[in-house]
């Protein structure tokens, strides 16, 4: 379900359906309230593994927003709390991530850095979108998580666990890719690149240089 946008920040609240997603343009900020869920490189492996022999997965995807995350935790005897819970980069995924979503049904994934070209039109035509979180700011997403409401395949590590999570006002996210395949990634790239020369050149008539620049 899509909420009307408060202060132009569009509220989403999963499961979601095709007419949601397609709602969405690349360059909008959305925030998330309801339950994400947490998944990295193993969760994939082992989650399409599942899924290729005809088996479940624990928690139902279809419509939902999975986070690329390995949060912070630690157990309290209330349960478990999230210290820090920011992105991971997601293109580590790319082999892997179009047969992920049309397996499961998953409308929105979370993360940074983005995909693949190639990896982007695979989502649209599925689908799905791709929401930008700001690394870094693990703590600030943490703050949005309300409850932990199961973790999943604690054997595979912390990190790698499916962390069933119940969040509000999660964000703000930033539409990176859209279900039309509109990839901000791609549109501010050249602008990125020329600014980037213009600071390298500066930074050549100057003593100090940064690491950021080698």
């Not at 666990?161 to 039309?180: C, S």
Request: net charge positive; with cysteine; charged share 25%.
């Amino acid at each position: 379900m899509i909420n009307p946008p408060v202060s132009r920040l569009t509220r989403l609240s999963p499961p979601l359906d095709k007419r949601d997603v397609q709602m969405l343009r690349a360059g909008q900020l959305v925030s998330i309230t309801g339950q994400i869920v947490t998944a990295r490189d193993r969760a994939y492996a082992r989650g399409l593994g599942l899924l290729r022999a005809g088996r479940p997965l624990p928690v139902d995807l279809r419509g939902g927003v999975v986070y690329h995350c390995g949060p912070l935790a630690r157990k309290k005897p209330s349960g478990w709390e999230i210290l820090s819970g920011g992105p991971t980069t997601s293109a580590r995924l790319d082999l892997v991530q179009p047969e992920f979503v049309e397996r499961t049904g998953v409308r929105a994934l979370v993360g940074k850095g983005g995909v693949s070209e190639e990896v982007a039109s695979e989502l649209a035509r599925l689908g799905c979108v791709y929401l930008a979180f700001t690394g870094g700011a693990g703590v600030l997403a943490a703050q949005a998580i309300e409850k932990v409401e199961r973790v999943l395949w604690q054997k595979l590590g912390a990190a790698e666990a499916l962390w069933v999570l119940r969040v509000r006002d999660f964000g703000p996210l930033v539409v990176a890719i859209d279900a039309r395949g509109n990839d901000l990634y791609l549109t501010r790239k050249p602008k990125l690149f020329k600014i980037t020369k213009q600071i390298t050149k500066v930074l050549r008539h100057c003593s100090c240089r940064p690491l950021l620049f080698y």
